[in-house]
């Protein structure tokens, strides 16, 4: 029952990867987001699971065929919105595998070999941070995730975290993840103090310096590194300094930006990263693996298990095997799948030089981007290329702006989205999937601006 033979698995298993490999060399000339409308997709897989099932061919065909290609690729190398997630197909593979063997990577005991690798890619992944070596992690779904696990930690382990007046200091630039966290673990909208940016997006410092003066209980700073809007990072070292000397818990949102660290230009940008108590950083993002891959980095490992450890009964056998290694007590998962491998894999097939470059290509291509848009007066750029994010604006209003991106949309060449830059809306360009080239930045630009002519 709820089986196949090896037969059944190597034939449907060679169709499924036949279908991937189709859809890998064919996603340059496709469409990035070609979604029917809702009435339709709800006719189609909107019903309840049939109780007798079907052919396993007629399946794939669905999934692949109709259901697969009414979402958005992300993957899509003219896919430039939001933060991108170029994946790679080694990690792809590597989740196959990890499903196949349904790994119980919650602890030593389940996991084995999957906890050392899980444990050695989070030390490699601080020690390129710079973070000392008492520094550790764990592996979580994604940015929200970490975001919210850091801040549990911060919460528990800093002696102000459970004050009732406890204030959390950030910019007006910092994702809405942090802020969520924040809400989840029981902070009242007056204990956020939400600071302005600069013209670039960094936080403010002569703003978080007088706001700490009008505080009593001052407690947390969340700095950006590698804000979503325009790739700002803060002031780190300044940051690190009026924490170090307030005594305040320093937490990082480096979901997109931190991965930049293995690469020379992004470590530079990312200066004073190692000095922060904890952060948030996804290889989903920048470190090109498929969805479902965020980390969560600590100064001090120990934190976590401080925080999270609970050893009730049934699990004492787990404990007498090895009480260090058990990742379910380093944050809010028991069962929690082998998300390490995808990471691994793809490091050990394609090695770090080539994650290395493949960060560097993203600052060149934004650059790109930057450069050839200050070829014409017409555009204005709002901020320049920052960690692979560049935000500019048609000369026009703010509705213009939204009309290129829904005319971008419509096109179906290239996707890119808007958000807010000093109060303007703004257009914004990502690119970072190594598979970009150079001509597909320019040709997207001279889209917008053929586009930007027929308003
Ligand atoms: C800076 C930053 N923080 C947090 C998040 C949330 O991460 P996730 O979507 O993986 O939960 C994002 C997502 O884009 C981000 O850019």
Same mark, same amino acid.
């Given at each position: 029952m709820l089986d196949w033979t090896p037969e059944e698995l190597r034939r449907h298993g060679y169709a499924a990867v036949d279908a991937l490999a189709e859809h890998w060399a064919r996603m340059r000339d496709q469409p990035i987001r070609d979604v029917a409308p809702i009435e339709e997709l709800e006719a189609a897989f909107g019903?309840?699971?049939?109780?007798?099932?079907?052919? @396993?061919?007629?399946?794939? *065909?669905?999934?692949?065929? =109709?259901? $697969?290609?009414?979402?958005?690729?992300?993957?899509?190398?003219?896919?430039?919105?939001?933060?991108?997630?170029?994946?790679?197909?080694?990690?792809?593979?590597a989740e196959m595998l990890a499903a196949g063997f349904n790994v119980f990577a919650g602890t030593w005991m389940g996991g084995g070999a999957a906890t050392v690798v899980e444990r050695s890619l989070l030390r490699w992944l601080a020690s390129e941070i710079g973070l000392p070596a008492g520094a550790g992690g764990v592996m979580v779904s994604g940015g929200s995730h970490a975001n919210l696990t850091a801040l549990v930690v911060a919460r528990q382990i800093h002696p102000l975290g459970r004050h009732p007046?406890?204030?959390?200091? @950030?910019?007006?630039?910092? *994702?809405?993840?942090?802020? =969520?966290? $924040?809400?989840?673990?029981?902070?009242?909208?007056?204990?956020?103090?939400?600071l302005p940016s600069d013209s670039l997006g960094r936080l403010d410092v002569a703003a978080l310096h007088s706001a700490l003066g009008a505080d009593t209980s001052p407690f947390c700073v969340i700095a950006n590194a590698g804000a979503t809007s325009t790739g700002a990072v803060d002031d780190l070292p300044t940051l690190a300094g009026i924490c170090r000397a307030r005594g305040l818990w320093l937490h990082a949102d480096a979901a997109f930006g931190g991965a930049a660290a293995i690469a020379p230009r992004g470590k530079q940008a990312l200066r004073g990263?190692?000095?922060?108590?904890?952060?948030?950083?996804?290889?989903?993002?920048?470190?090109f693996q498929p969805f479902g891959l965020g980390c969560v980095l600590v100064r001090e490992e120990r934190w976590l298990s401080e925080v999270f450890r609970i050893i009730p009964a049934y699990m004492n056998d787990v404990y007498r095997l090895n009480a260090e290694i058990n990742f379910c007590d380093r944050g809010l998962e028991l069962t929690r799948p082998f998300r390490a491998l995808k990471l691994w894999m793809s490091l050990q097939h394609f090695g770090a030089a080539a994650f290395r470059s493949a960060i560097e290509r993203g600052f060149q291509l934004a650059e790109l981007a930057e450069a050839r848009l200050r070829c014409n007066p017409e555009w204005e750029i709002l901020t320049p290329a920052q960690m692979a994010v560049v935000t500019f604006r048609r000369k026009g209003d703010d509705a213009l702006q939204k009309r290129l991106v829904d005319g971008m949309m419509a096109d179906g060449y290239a996707l890119l989205t808007s958000t807010i830059v000093s109060g303007r809306t703004a257009l914004r360009l990502c690119p970072i999937n190594p598979r970009t080239t150079g001509e597909e930045i320019l040709e997207t630009i001279a889209r917008l601006e053929k586009m930007a002519l027929q308003q």
């Open positions: 019903q309840a699971p049939p109780e007798e099932g079907r052919p @396993f061919e007629e399946v794939l *065909h669905d999934t692949t065929s =109709r259901l $697969l290609p009414n979402t958005m690729h992300v993957n899509h190398p003219r896919f430039f919105g939001f933060v991108p997630g170029p994946s790679n197909p080694t990690g792809a593979i007046d406890a204030a959390v200091y @950030f910019s007006d630039q910092t *994702h809405s993840a942090s802020e =969520r966290a $924040l809400r989840v673990l029981g902070f009242r909208d007056d204990q956020l103090r939400r990263l190692e000095e922060c108590d904890s952060m948030a950083l996804d290889p989903h993002k920048w470190l």
